[in-house]
């Protein structure tokens, strides 16, 4: 099965629900913290408005592929009109290419199902470590002291997100999206129980307790 994880950095007329079509699944994420990436876990693939609320499409752009972590993203440019000289820079600033909006749902799934995506970790990571405390990707898996954590994929994702971000609380509803569980909505408790589950696996692991809660925000993986 192939995935594809897709960033928007605005609204999507058609919701983001998941789709999957024969060995494809694909990924929809609303990305407003420009500053931290949801959960990739496949082929990145982002859609930029020529305008946003806090910069233009082509700045955007242009950090993203200053940025390790979307410099091989495939950028999609989200024109206002079908501008000769907007595509040329859009293109002149690393977009992959082109469409004209407004977005919609029907329209990105058949830009996305018409394209080739290798599908790949973005972030070319496959082993995350914090102490002895570790994730494989590829495989799926995570391990405290080389042993396996038996963990259910929301707990190991979860585990992932944190490691990936150390020291930084994260609110409930920013977890949730961080994993894509947007819609159907999911209800912000789901988190604690989420919590509650990893912190039992990683304690009976010999792990101790990394994740803190922080009272009235939500909690925070504490790195040794």
Known sequence: MRRIDILLASDLAGGYMPFRHDDLDVALHRWTDFCELPLIEGALWIFVDWVL???????????????????????????EEDNVDDRKRALRMGADDYLVGPLTRTALLDR??????????ATGIRTLMQGELTVDVAAFQARWQGK?????????????????????????????????????PVDERTVDVWIGRLRRALKNAGA?????????LGYVFDAA
């Open 112 to 121: 996305v199902l018409g394209a080739s995506i290798t599908d790949h970790d």
């Open 148 to 184: 396996p954590i038996p963990l259910m994929p929301n707990e190991l994702r979860l585990l992932r997100y944190f490691i990936e971000h150390p020291g930084r609380v994260f609110t409930r509803g920013q977890l949730i999206a961080a994993l894509g569980k947007q819609e159907p």
């Open 208 to 216: 101790g307790n990394p994740l803190r809660t922080v009272r009235s």
């Open 53 to 79: 609320p806090e910069m233009s499409g082509l700045e955007l752009c242009r950090r993203l592929r200053a940025d390790t972590l979307t410099a091989h993203a495939h950028v999609t440019m989200v024109l």
